[in-house]
């Protein structure tokens, strides 16, 4: 599943340019020229990342970043402002309204995938390509493998996304609902036991390398993926 950002910017010449290197780093890209339109693509589907120009026409990058926030659906979208302007007070406003980063233009298309790529491992780390290992059970995001000391663990696609997700967010209690929206995504109507056909399959995967007792359940709340942890 690759990284989908969405890119805001009314200066034609400069979202090509953006669109063009994004999509050379792998990245899946949307883009808009006004917030309206932007609004418009996030409620279709929410995007990994947003970069955001900060003078669009109408309404400015800066207050669709606030209106953003304060959306329960929207306020855990990773920002990067975008803007021609390089006061400290305007860095700060950036910073201050929730933006996760602030790029100065002109930028270089790497600088710009390099901070992309330090705001997701930050963010969304269940989103970058970073090899996660954890008690020995080794998730490679860029060839999809799943391994335990070189031996092989074939998963379904949703198994594979929901370790994913889990690995990267560890020691910590999701409930069906939550797993809903972080791995299959939000806006998508499935039933909260299909999490718990998922991580059936999961574990049975994970079973034949010993490893299933990394997910565990924690009665009337949801799951848990943790090392060493007693759980009954
Ligand atoms: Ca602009």
Redesign the pocket.
């Known amino acids: 599943m690759s990284t989908k950002i969405l890119i805001v ?3 034609a010449a400069i979202q090509e340019l953006i669109t063009y290197n994004l999509q050379q780093a792998g990245y899946q890209t949307t883009s808009a020229e006004d917030a309206e339109k932007a609004m418009a693509l996030v409620n279709q589907a929410l995007p990994d990342l947003i970069l955001l ?1 900060w ?2 026409p109408k309404m400015s990058g800066v207050e669709f970043a606030r209106i953003l926030r304060q959306n329960d659906r929207t306020k855990l979208i990773p920002i990067i402002m975008l803007t021609a302007r390089t006061e400290e007070s305007d860095k700060i406003k950036g910073l201050e309204i929730g933006a996760d980063d602030y790029v100065t233009k002109p930028f270089s298309p790497r600088e710009l995938v390099a901070r992309i790529n330090a705001v997701l491992r930050r963010r969304a780390p269940e989103a970058s390509d970073q090899v996660v290992e954890i008690d020995q059970l080794r998730l490679n995001p860029s060839d999809h493998r799943v391994t335990v000391n070189q031996q092989e663990i074939v998963l379904g696609p949703t198994e594979y996304r929901l370790l994913h997700f889990m690995m990267t967010h560890t020691d910590r209690v999701y409930s069906r609902g939550q797993l809903l929206d972080r791995v299959w995504g939000d806006h998508v109507f499935v039933e909260e036991r299909t999490v718990d056909v998922h991580i059936r399959r999961l574990r049975k995967a994970l079973q034949l390398v010993g490893k299933d007792d990394l997910i565990q359940t924690v009665r009337g709340s949801g799951y848990r993926f943790s090392v060493g942890i007693e759980h009954n």
């Open positions: 910017e009314d200066e120009d003078m669009l």
